[in-house]
C-alpha cells in the first residue's frame, strides 16, 4: 500500500480515467501513451498495446520495479523508464508519457524549452531540458530520462516525446497538458523571432512566489 494512494481499486479506475483523458486532450493518440502510479514497492502501468477506447481499469499491470509482474498482463514497453523514476525520485507517485505534437516537434530539435514564460519554473528549473537519445522501451531510455530529470518533474526525450511527473495522477495529468501548451506557445514565438528569455534573478522571484501559489 503506498502513502498516496490507499486503495487498488479507486486506484485503477483513476488510472482509468487519465488514460482516457490523455487521448481526449490529443495528448497521445492510439496506444502511444502509457501512465502509471506508484503502488507498495513497485507500481500499476498501462499495458502495452492499449488505447483509449479498449483500456479499463482491470487492465493495469502490477509490475515491480525490476520489470517482475505480479498477476495477468503485459505492461508497458516504456516500463523501465517509470520504474526508474519511482526509483530514483522519490517525489514521484504518478508518471505520464506521451507523445503530444509540439512537445514531439521540440523533441525532434533536441531543444529544451528555455524560460520564455515564467511557467517553465513550475517544473522546477529555468528550463525544461530534452534527454539525449536512446531507443524506445530501453533500459538506456529510461537512464536518459531521469537524468534530464533531475531537479525537474517534466522533460521532453529526444525525437520521441515528453515524461513528466507529480504526487498524484490529476497533478500529473495536469502538468503533461500545460508543457504541451507551454511547448505550443514557445514555437509559436519563434515564428516571430527569439524570445525575450526570463533571467535567472526574475525565475528566482517565480519560483519563490510558487511555494505559495494556492495555498
Not at 30 to 50: D, F, Q, T, Y
Not at 148 to 170: F, Q
Request: glycine content about 8%; proline content about 4%; hydrophobic content about 40%.
Amino acid at each position: 500500500m503506498s502513502e498516496n494512494f490507499s486503495d487498488e481499486g479507486s486506484l485503477r479506475l483513476e488510472l482509468c480515467a487519465t488514460y482516457r483523458e490523455l487521448e481526449r486532450l490529443g495528448l497521445s493518440s492510439g496506444s502511444a501513451g502509457n501512465v502509471s502510479a506508484r503502488w507498495g514497492e513497485g507500481m500499476l502501468i498501462s499495458p502495452a498495446g492499449a488505447t483509449g477506447a479498449n483500456i479499463t481499469p482491470e487492465c493495469f499491470v502490477r509490475t515491480a520495479l525490476d520489470g517482475a509482474v505480479s498477476g495477468a498482463g503485459r505492461p508497458s514497453s516504456e516500463w523501465a523508464m517509470h520504474a526508474d523514476i519511482y526509483r530514483r525520485k522519490a517525489a514521484a507517485w504518478a508518471v505520464i508519457h506521451a507523445h503530444p505534437d509540439a512537445c514531439v516537434a521540440l523533441s525532434c530539435q533536441r531543444r529544451a524549452i528555455p524560460a520564455f514564460h515564467y511557467m517553465i519554473a513550475s517544473y522546477g528549473g529555468n528550463d525544461v531540458p530534452c534527454s539525449e537519445y536512446a531507443p524506445f522501451g530501453s533500459l538506456e531510455l529510461a537512464i536518459v530520462a531521469t537524468d534530464a530529470l533531475k531537479d525537474r518533474t517534466a522533460c521532453l526525450l529526444a525525437n520521441h516525446g515528453m515524461i513528466c511527473h507529480a504526487k498524484n495522477l490529476s497533478d500529473a495529468l495536469a502538468n503533461a497538458l500545460k508543457l504541451e501548451v507551454l511547448a505550443r506557445q514557445y514555437i509559436l514565438s519563434l515564428q516571430i523571432g527569439p524570445p525575450v528569455i526570463l533571467t535567472s534573478e526574475e525565475m528566482a522571484v517565480v519560483r519563490e512566489r510558487y511555494k505559495s501559489y494556492g495555498r
